[in-house]
């Protein structure tokens, strides 16, 4: 007899064995025990969280002649005929290789025919995102409205593919990634059913790094089970297998950093790549359990909160309590950018230990980060105090070196950034000559109407005249009347520019003061001079805004 693969062996045959979805079990079975079930349903969620085996489960619960609160029998002729996929009534679609319009009209087709045996006929679509958008458009009104007997279950990994008239045909039930504890209960029962003995410890790894899905989980320890058939799978076992790391070299390894011990961090990877290790998993995971430090640091939950073991959480811990946060993220990001660059390098080991040299000397980047890194090596060792065999330099050569690399950071902090080809800068005006001053000065009367009073009634009285320069002097009959309006200038200045398309040189100026910097400008000839230059230097003349 062919071997069947532990992930379909073990697949639940009731709603009680599915593992982590009790809110959709529970709404199933209270959907089939008030007989109030939809027409069309719509299962979402990653691979290998139980959707194609609950839509069975609910196909031989709906046929079922002796269901028992919700829960098919499994043992009369229509449930066995369904698991042993000899029925007429389930027909289970791979939308991956069926994605065409045809494939869809000939299932139009076969829907007006009713079941030959039992009562309801169930449609299970499996990745239906593939279908292509005719083939949607064509099943659009099938699914709105059914013949009685026929259910529909589509099933994805990717619901944003899914059309809203599709969505909104169906009742939408949202698959959750199965939790580490959760997991970790059913391995370990499903194991025991086996005959299969595994540690504890290898179960909570299976469990974290099966990201969620049931089906990875079990494949692995099927697995490890053929390989070390008869023997405890035990952690390093699984790791071996696996071709993955122990926590404990990633530990190694950050101390390593840390330490600024280029030699370990090199003896590290040179251990992983014999042993076999795929380097792009170890980076990934390297940046995982970095992630997990950051976030027991950050967070301060418990275990059940973090969903990660006791012993895991309390390293996690301890690690977190010696090591500085900002540090932590600087690793995240040296190591997640080196991850995207292994992608598309020949030489992936290369990629890593240079980066754990960087790490490991901080002097050679200019970065925040690393300039942060040295600030804070620095810090520590003037902690330690000017005779500690560590620091040679004197306490006033760290405090030097301190105040240098904190100029450093504000300036790397500070640094402005270039937006000349994002933001395109306003063009600047031209400014007035004398014909535009002239422009106004004949346009006078009608410019003022666009200020709102007393501005106004002030502006209705001064008059524009020019010198021998480029400034337009609105002259005012009294004092009074230029010191408020050059409190204003701004004002006049922005208004002219929008009226008159110039940039114009303003000052506001009483007759009086006017008079004498014209007479001084282009002289009297019945003034005496020096009288009038005496007159000019004792006149305090208005503050001139551009």
């Given amino acids: 007899m062919p071997y069947t693969a532990l992930y379909r062996k073990l697949r639940p045959l009731k709603f009680a064995d599915v593992v982590g979805q009790g809110h959709i079990v529970r709404t199933l079975i209270n959907q089939l025990t008030s007989r109030r079930v939809p027409h069309a349903y719509l299962f979402c969620g990653t691979r290998g969280t139980g959707k194609t085996t609950v839509a069975r489960i609910f196909a031989r619960a709906l046929n079922c002649e002796n269901p028992s609160g919700g829960e098919p029998c499994n043992a009369c002729e229509t449930c066995l005929d369904i698991l042993k996929q000899r029925s007429m009534n389930v027909i289970e679609i791979d939308a991956a290789s ?43 009104k099938t699914l709105e409205e059914p013949p ?31 939790s580490r504890r959760d997991m970790a209960a059913a391995l370990t029962g499903y194991m025991r059913e086996e005959g299969v003995m595994v540690d504890d410890a290898a179960i909570d790894y299976v469990a974290r790094v099966s990201d969620g899905s049931m089906r990875d989980a079990i494949s692995v320890l099927d697995q490890c089970a053929s390989f070390y058939q008869g023997e405890t799978i035990t952690l390093a076992k699984t790791l071996d297998m696996l071709g993955a790391a122990d926590d404990c070299v990633f530990f190694d390894l950050i101390d390593a950093i840390m330490r600024c011990d280029n030699g370990k961090c090199m003896a590290i990877i040179d251990a992983q790549i014999k042993n076999g290790v795929d380097i792009q998993q170890f980076a990934h995971e390297l940046t995982a359990h970095l992630r997990d430090v950051l976030v027991v640091k950050a967070s301060g939950g418990t275990p059940d909160d973090l969903d990660m073991s006791a012993d895991r959480h309390a390293r996690l811990k301890e690690r977190g309590a010696v090591s500085d946060a900002l540090a932590i993220i600087a690793y995240i990001d040296a190591f997640s950018e080196n991850l995207g660059q292994m992608r598309y390098s020949l030489n992936p080991r290369l990629l890593l230990e240079v980066c754990c040299i960087k790490l490991c000397c901080p002097e050679t980047e200019d970065s925040g980060a690393a300039i942060y890194t040295r600030l804070n090596k620095l810090e520590q060792r003037l902690e330690a105090g000017p005779a500690a065999k560590a620091a040679p330099e004197t306490s006033g050569e760290l405090l030097a070196r301190i105040k240098e690399l904190e100029i450093a950071v504000d300036a790397v902090k500070n640094k402005p950034v270039d937006t000349e080809k994002k933001t395109a800068k306003p063009k600047p005006r031209p400014k007035a000559v004398p014909d535009d001053i002239l422009k106004v000065k004949e346009n006078w009367g009608r410019f003022v109407e666009k200020f ?25 009959p009294d004092a009074v009347s230029g010191d408020l309006m050059t409190k204003n200038l701004q004002i006049i200045i922005e208004t002219l520019e929008a009226e008159f398309g110039k940039n114009y040189h303003v000052v506001c100026i009483s007759s009086e003061r006017f008079a004498a910097r014209r007479a001084l400008t282009y002289g009297e000839p019945d003034a005496d001079a020096e009288g009038l230059e005496q007159v000019i230097n004792n006149i305090n003349f208005d503050v001139e805004i551009i």
């Avoid at 869809?104 to 292509?132: A, F, N, Q, T």
């Fill in 148 to 178: 009685e007997y026929v259910f529909f279950i589509l099933a994805t990994t990717d619901p944003q593919k899914i059309p809203a008239t599709v969505h909104s045909r169906c009742q939408r039930f949202d698959f959750k990634r199965v």
């Fill in 452 to 476: 709102d009073s007393p501005a106004m009634e002030m502006l209705k009285n001064a008059i524009v005249e020019t010198l021998d320069d480029d400034a337009m002097y609105i002259v005012f």
């Fill in 98 to 140: 069926n994605n065409g319009v045809d494939d869809i009209r000939e299932l139009r087709e076969e829907v007006r025919y009713s079941p030959p045996g039992g009562v309801y006929k169930v449609y299970i679509v499996d990745e239906v995102h593939m279908l292509s958008g005719a083939a949607f458009n064509a099943l659009l």
